[in-house]
């Protein structure tokens, strides 16, 4: 047996073993602090690499894209600003990417569009949080329809 193929299943061996252990040293701040000063050094350190993966993992892209969305609308929106994850508030992102499937061949020339305007929902209620960022709430829309239905100027 290869040393890789050896360190898989040892791996996978120990991780059912100590499963809560691992879950509970990685929910701690220590841990969170240190992974996100890792994840942004490999941004820094990497850009070609994330370009790349930002182009080719439409679905990468599109959960950033509304991970950032539901940060700054919280934000935006509320007294009090983003105080809890978005699990808390029910949003799942695997179920808005299902939504919004297929993937048109030029993702990059639609916008994700809310068919119940967000500016509608009160952000200081959980529940109405989660009804905004419902999967149904979800189309992909061209972004010149998007930027006239929400009247944008173009240039």
Same mark, same amino acid.
């Given at each position: 047996m290869e040393a890789k193929e050896y360190m898989k299943k040892y791996n996978k061996k120990y991780y059912q073993e100590h499963k809560e252990e691992i879950k509970k040293s990685q929910d701690s701040p220590e841990f969170k602090k240190k992974n996100r000063i890792r994840q942004r050094e490999w941004k820094k350190n990497n850009p070609e690499k994330l370009k790349i993966q930002r182009r080719e993992y439409k679905r990468g892209n599109l959960v950033e894209h *509304?991970? &950032?969305?539901v940060y700054a609308i919280l934000k935006l929106y /509320? !007294? /009090?600003? !983003?105080i809890m994850g978005s699990r808390k508030y029910g949003i799942n992102y695997k179920a808005i990417i299902n939504h919004l499937r297929p993937f048109?061949? &030029? *993702?990059?020339?639609? +916008?994700? +569009?809310h068919i119940k305007p967000l500016f509608t929902f009160d952000f200081n209620d959980s529940e109405e949080i989660k009804k905004a960022f419902a999967p149904e709430n979800h189309q992909l829309m061209l972004i010149e329809e998007h930027r006239k239905l929400n009247h944008f100027h173009t240039n």
């Open positions: *509304l991970r &950032n969305r /509320t !007294k /009090t600003g !983003k048109p061949e &030029n *993702l990059s020339a639609y +916008h994700i +569009h």
